[in-house]
């Protein structure tokens, strides 16, 4: 949609109802009718893929980005963006506001958003070249510049608390490398363990999903975005889950809270108390 006085944009076009300027009659996404065709005849990730990389997918593209999707849909409560989403379920506080919290604490760069946009940039640089992957994941943010984010403290797509990768992590490494367009992702699975070796770090499931997304033609900005789109329903999940059993099953609490110097019930002052 594009015009002097409209908001510029390839993404999207759309022509409103003859008597609701407010309303759509019709919804192209790059040119695909959304409603009249991809509606009826494609696949979530097939429009998923559409919406970010402007073009229909192929077959083995659309059920990588199904893969990774599952892979990535729910990083259990060990993961602190879904234990941040926990929180604000058993709180009681907006449904809206658990994922805000989730997102927040997954957007950083220990197995989070911005970890995978560095290894986007890595993929880039580096692609299936070792001895570069060797000389920069010890360094592997080469603008130093003054920035929002801490130095990184750890080789991106690594675990820097892991001794060994977990079992989740290769059997997703195994079963996104059997597709046939998921070219990086296999080059990883071959070479785990010399890149293991390099970072003196198990991989991590960060370091598989910023390969495939990198399969997918993501740039760094999209596959972010997915990134963190894509762990969401765990979060929520759990965030609805917490709600319904309550604080006094939630860690920490409950019994565990003990009074010391207990005041006594809380009584709001009368008008005349307060002088009125």
């Known amino acids: 949609m594009s015009s002097k006085y409209g908001y510029q944009t390839k993404v999207w076009s759309e022509e409103p109802e003859a008597d609701n300027p407010f309303a ?44 990774l999707a599952i892979a990535l849909a729910n990083p259990g409560p060990r993961e602190a963006s879904v234990r941040a989403a926990m929180n604000g379920g058993v709180g009681g506080c907006p449904h809206a506001a658990s994922l805000m919290a989730s997102l927040a604490v997954g957007a950083g760069q220990y197995g989070g958003g911005h970890e995978v946009y560095i290894l986007m940039q890595l993929w880039r640089e580096c692609g299936t070249d070792m001895a570069q992957w060797r000389a920069r994941l010890p360094s592997p943010v080469s603008d130093t510049r003054e920035d929002i ?104 609490y409950g019994e565990h809270i003990q009074l010391t110097d207990d005041p006594g019930p809380f009584e709001l002052p009368n008008a005349e108390e307060l002088g009125l």
């Open 149 to 252: 984010w801490r130095p990184m403290e750890h080789a991106p797509g690594f675990d820097p608390n892991g001794e060994s990768c977990p079992k989740p992590v290769r059997q997703v490494l195994e079963a996104l490398a059997e597709i046939p367009c998921a070219i990086t992702v296999r080059w990883l699975a071959q070479h785990r363990q010399e890149l293991e070796a390099a970072a003196d770090a198990p991989l991590s499931l960060s370091g598989v999903a910023a390969a495939a997304l990198h399969d997918l033609a993501m740039n760094e900005h999209a596959a972010v975005m997915l990134y963190l789109m894509l762990r969401l329903p765990g979060a929520a999940a759990h965030a609805i889950e917490q709600r319904d059993l309550g604080w006094k099953m939630f860690p920490f």
């Open 24 to 67: 759509a009659h019709s919804a192209l996404c790059y040119g695909y009718d959304v409603y009249g065709d991809i509606l009826t005849r494609a696949s979530w990730f097939e429009y998923l893929y559409l919406l970010f990389r402007g073009e229909k997918p192929n077959t083995d593209q659309a059920r990588l980005l199904e893969k």
